[in-house]
């Protein structure tokens, strides 16, 4: 007998988001100024998709996206929704789409500021499923429109207090990595509460964020030099320092380091430096704050011995992987990222600490190799894992990194400032900035490795169309 007719299997989405990368790369000219055509006729751009288009990229811009994918992200949209040869520029704090209708019609633009940054990978998640959906078509203009107004109006996954309750987390996790028992973890977590809310209500009274965050990591060093005063004067033998040292990698500013690092590598130079100079204008305020609590308690006769300075070395123990999986996923709770993705960034956590503390035992390497070994290794999964769920990719990185943030040394280097070691002191800060600086270039090499293997992450963008490879050798 003839067998039946096979009915036709709908493509998958994967091969969906091929095509439209497929088509992109086909009509590139035709989507840039480049390949705009006086005989061509005149095709007015929708105001109501340039509105969309814009609103996009400033909340994902305001919620802690990169430079690259907001551009990215923006572009795909374009497509989407036919706005004739767009081009999208995207700065630290300002947006701009122009689009070209072609004959003797001039250029339209469209420019929107981002005045307020507010982290939340949660949104950041959400808008790049609307940017998938709309690229393969699921999507009209009313329906994206839409959804993006239930994005904004959106609550986060976690009420206001657990935020702060995990914010709390990462400075107890971090004591719990260095030793210092339930005791300092618990005082750990209500110093960087209370620094946190002391920040935020200067932030509800105009303060600039500069003084916001000198105050917290001064009500913490406060909390912390007051505990360990009671600890030596009842010879109660607690690891007190280990509260500074966790409020330290809670501040540490680890979102905009690795963004800066992202944005450089991508040619988006000028908000790389400005994410740059927003992360030294945090460690100065951080250094600020916990430098003038230490100074003061030296002076004041509380015994610091940089001998017994709270460190969790190398060490491979059971509560030091519990306390890197914690500080990760607590991060990753205080950034809002949703809860399916924090078992993953536990398991992230634990990995670029066992491969930096690994080579640090087994090689005898330096600080800053065991770091960059382990950024690059985090980097490689993370842009894996972001490609395969297409997700974006900071929510899986920026966590991951936590638990090698150098609050330590950091700390370290002020204590020896303070008791007048001032060039050793000085070697601990630039050791510190080193280990920072190599935690995101690590996790970018690791996206470079992926991306030059892959095709590219989001619907409509491809290999050929990143702009920085495109001006030097990508582009003949």
Known sequence: MPSKRERPVPPSEDRLLSRMRDWRAEHERELTPDGLDDNEGVNLPDARAMDLVLRVGELMLASGEGTEAVSESMLSLSVAFELPRSEVSVTF????????????????TGERVVRRRSLDYFRVNELHTLVQQAALGLLELEDATARLSQIRRARMPYPNWVIVFGFGLIASSASVMMGGGLVVAAAAFLATVLGDRTAVFLARRGVAEFYQMAAAAVVA???????????????????????????????????????????GISGSYVSSAARLLETFFILGAIVSGVGAVAYTAIRLGVPVDLDSLPSAGTSLEVPVLIGAAGIAMAFAISLAVPPRMLPTIGALGVMIWAIYAGLRSLLDVPPVVGTMAGAVAVG???????????????????PSIAPLLPGSILYRGLIEITQGTAVSGLLSVVEAVMVGLALGAGVNLGGELVRAFQRGGLAGAGMRSRPAARRTRGGY
């Open 93 to 108: 704090t300002t947006i701009t789409l122009s689009t070209h209708p072609g004959g003797d019609q001039p250029p339209v």
């Open 221 to 263: 060093a406060t909390i912390g030099v007051a505990l360990l005063w009671v600890s030596t004067t009842l010879d109660l033998g607690l690891q007190a320092a280990a509260i500074i040292t966790g409020n330290i990698m809670a501040l540490l500013p680890g979102r905009p380091l690795v963004s800066s690092l992202q944005d």
């Open 380 to 398: 490689v999964v993370g842009h894996w894992l972001a490609r395969r769920t297409r997700r974006p990719v900071l929510p899986y990185l920026v």
